[in-house]
């Protein structure tokens, strides 16, 4: 575990930015978490109680959303979200942490920060609950759509050494697909199954159905960033359908109310279990420093979690371990 | 509507045939569905009641899971697959249902029954619940897992068709992508969207994500087989760690005895709607009869429901809508 780290936090970034990016910022503050805010002074400054304790770092421009992530970069080097990567870089903060647009994060931090050696597109790398109580780290989920099997085997090594970050000793791979066997999948699984099987240093399972993942059968799902978005969506998709469906038939029964009012602390863990929102962050894999790519959505609650998952994955040293695991 | 209509249901194909299947024809005909038992005559014979009034057509063989499907089909034109599927072609049968193998059904279905014109391959559509109470057409759920854009159009035909015959009038047609703007997508999905929206007879509404689609954004959701199994896998696994999280947390709850019971019908309805295994079958579209692709591990309730959609389909001239929106 590393020394207090401080995380950088594109303050501008986001549907609700900045006011909902700082109070985020400032309940990880509470939570022991050492913040820079990084924007526009001016619109963070009346957000921030008279004596609040976190540092701002003036950006003076933003990334809007829509904008070509590597043109709007180039043109606007003082735009939130590369001074913000820029404090990893200069070594103000241990970790950044975006909810504005992906590209632009990607951009600026493959701009300056960089590839780790072995490296040749970065993944975005998610935390999925399993119904065993464990999690999943499924990646990419959502920056490389197109992706050729190689990618799919350095996905596997950056997925498997995040896995032991995160204290997995020998994290179970697996590669998404629908249907077990070795034979299933698409063109671009089949290829990507052989190779995974033959590298070294994995532990691959071989093909696994998403239930099997989210029941526990990997710590590791690995798939290219188009099914991988698609999936994460639809379990979120499914989980508000079924969580609608359920208030919907609670408040329809006539013994309901009592009953509900009975159950009211087991609904409150459960809520704040499967609020995928309080994951919050996905990991931007295979950069030279620890980037966290936040909701565009996020409140202050997932800002919040965000910033808790950039703290954790700097103070366990994620970036060093796939370095290691690469080298 | 039409007159009664029979379904003919492969008794021998499912991880639990026969005894699970002939108890969900059972149930089917008390439902008031003419169901025709297909397989052997030894093995189904005891699991009726005295009296049942089921006939059974004798297929001495079986197509057993993980076989090449169309060596299997072609090997034995006497399995319970293929008899079945033969039943419909004979006119004995308005529909089938197999929750064997779902490649011997597509093959005995495409060599028995034929394609409709214009179909190059069929796509195998799903029923996925929304959380405004309706249904969203899925296709493909599995049947080819290596699309082309073309092949994504006919799907959004087929589909299209489809809700028509379910009811819908002008069936929205979403393109299920990792994002709502038309640069969104993967190479696949890019190409396909203009044709969608340039073919005549189909109300598109563009990318769509799966929450976008799950709230009721669109009626039909095309998207490749590989793809589309994902999707109905993760929303299946997220809902089934979201109930497990669920009955943990109430059990663990202080007051959740009580409160459960005073829950339980709003429980016990809840469990009915979200129970995707009664949703149970999926239509092969594109085939020139009604076929029903069961769950390989569908039980009594899942088989009932799959001889429902079976029954509904045939009833509501799902293939008369499809060929009169392909001709």
Chains 1, 2 share one sequence.
């Not at 639809?234 to 009953?259: H, I």
Request: proline letters at 4%; a neutral charge; glycine letters at 14%.
């Amino acid at each position: 575990v590393a020394d207090r780290v401080v995380v950088a936090v594109d303050a501008m970034g986001g549907d609700h930015a900045p006011a909902e990016i700082v109070a985020g910022a400032l309940q990880a503050r509470d939570d022991g978490v050492d913040v820079l805010l990084v924007g526009d002074e001016g619109a963070i400054g009346p957000l921030l109680p008279r004596k609040a304790s976190i540092p701002v770092r003036h950006a003076a421009e933003v990334v809007a959303d829509g904008e070509a992530p590597a043109a709007a970069v180039r043109a606007r080097p003082q735009a939130s979200v590369v001074v913000a990567v820029e404090a990893v870089r200069d070594g103000a903060a241990a970790a950044v942490v975006s909810c504005g647009a992906t590209g632009a994060l990607m951009v600026a931090a493959v701009t300056r920060l960089g590839l780790v050696t072995g490296v040749e597109r970065p993944a975005v790398a998610t935390l999925l609950p399993r119904s065993d109580g464990g999690r999943v780290v499924l990646l990419d989920a959502g920056a490389n759509v197109d992706c050729r099997p190689e990618q799919l085997l350095s996905f596997a090594r950056l997925g498997s050494a995040y896995a032991v970050a995160l204290g997995v000793a020998v994290p179970r791979v697996g590669l998404l697909s629908n249907g077990e066997e070795d034979g299933k999948g698409n063109q671009q699984t089949r290829a990507a199954l052989p190779l995974l099987r033959g590298a070294s240093g994995l532990h691959v399972v071989g093909n696994i159905e998403p239930m099997a993942a989210m029941a526990g059968g990997c710590d590791v799902l690995v798939c290219d960033g188009f099914v991988g978005n698609v999936l994460l969506k639809a379990a979120e998709g499914a989980v508000a359908t079924v969580v609608g469906l359920l208030g919907e038939e609670v408040s329809r029964s006539p013994t309901g109310s009592l009953g509900k009012w009975l159950l009211s602390p087991a609904f409150g863990r459960f809520r704040r279990k499967i609020a995928w929102d309080a994951h919050g962050g996905a990991l931007l894999l295979g950069v030279a420093g620890t980037v966290v790519v936040g909701h565009g959505k996020a409140r202050a609650a997932a800002v919040r979690a965000a910033i808790g998952v950039a703290h954790r994955a700097a103070q366990h040293g994620t970036v060093a371990a796939v370095r290691a695991a690469l080298g």
